[in-house]
Antibody
Framework: QVQLRESGPGLVKPSETLSLSCTVSGGSISTYYWSWIRQPPGKGLEWIGYIYYSGSTNYNPSLRSRVTISVDTSKKQFSLKLSSVTAADTALYYC???????????????WGQGTLVTVSS | SYELTQPLSVSVALGQTARITCGGNNIGSKNVHWYQQKPGQAPVLVIYRDSTRPSGIPERFSGSSSGNTATLTISRAQAGDEADYYCQVWDSSTVVFGGGTNLTVL
């Protein structure tokens, strides 16, 4: 059974960079697309971006200037960096698997449990 | 940019059928996926590619899509179906989520 687990600081200061990692277990990281999705408290889901295991990426246009997603296949991890954060970036951050080599970009079939990141001084 | 529109809330009597819609321009030409999210939990995929149920999802959950509307149907609604439901598509290699619908079972 594939499992994803997010990790990283729960508190980030305004103007600093938010950094999270997602570790994949119970399955391969290769040949899949991996995404970051966030959910502000009491609000809906917002997709941040994806990375293919080979390293190709695509980001939400509204966040593109501040987002970097990277992958380390040897550690079975992919990571998120979001720069110049403000209170509006306070959210529950999820990592998820969404597509593969054969099907392309598809549904998100596995999700992490989410990690809350608060932006505050 | 592509947008998906969902009703904020839907109510259904216990044991009856709930229908949650997701509107988008020519959404019938895209693959629509649906997620259920209960309070304090991560979203769970309940329908993918318009109408396919993942293993473990009850047959009471079904989906359809045509024209400008996709629909998630929950038959014989149970108290345990109370949750937020989100539709999702890919558009130009970016993800679009609907705003979410809160389902209340009366």
């Amino acid at each position: 059974q594939v499992q994803l687990r997010e990790s990283g600081p729960g508190l980030v200061k305004p103007s600093e960079t938010l950094s999270l990692s997602c570790t994949v277990s119970g399955g391969s990281i290769s040949t899949y697309y991996w995404s970051w999705i966030r959910q502000p408290p009491g609000k809906g889901l917002e997709w941040i971006g994806y990375i293919y295991y080979s390293g190709s990426t695509n980001y939400n246009p509204s966040l593109r200037s501040r987002v970097t997603i990277s992958v380390d296949t040897s550690k079975k991890q992919f990571s998120l960096k979001l720069s110049s954060v403000t209170a509006a970036d306070t959210a529950l951050y999820y990592c998820a698997r969404g597509g593969d080599l054969w099907s392309g970009l598809t549904q998100f079939d596995y999700w992490g449990q989410g990690t809350l990141v608060t932006v505050s001084s | 940019s592509y947008e998906l529109t969902q009703p904020l809330s839907v109510s259904v009597a216990l044991g009856q059928t709930a229908r949650i819609t997701c509107g988008g321009n020519n959404i019938g030409s895209k693959n629509v996926h649906w997620y259920q999210q209960k309070p304090g939990q991560a979203p769970v995929l309940v329908i993918y590619r318009d109408s396919t149920r993942p293993s473990g999802i009850p047959e009471r959950f079904s989906g359809s899509s045509s024209g400008n509307t996709a629909t998630l149907t929950i038959s014989r609604a149970q108290a345990g179906d109370e949750a937020d439901y989100y539709c999702q598509v890919w558009d130009s290699s970016t993800v679009v989520f609907g705003g979410g619908t809160n389902l209340t079972v009366l």
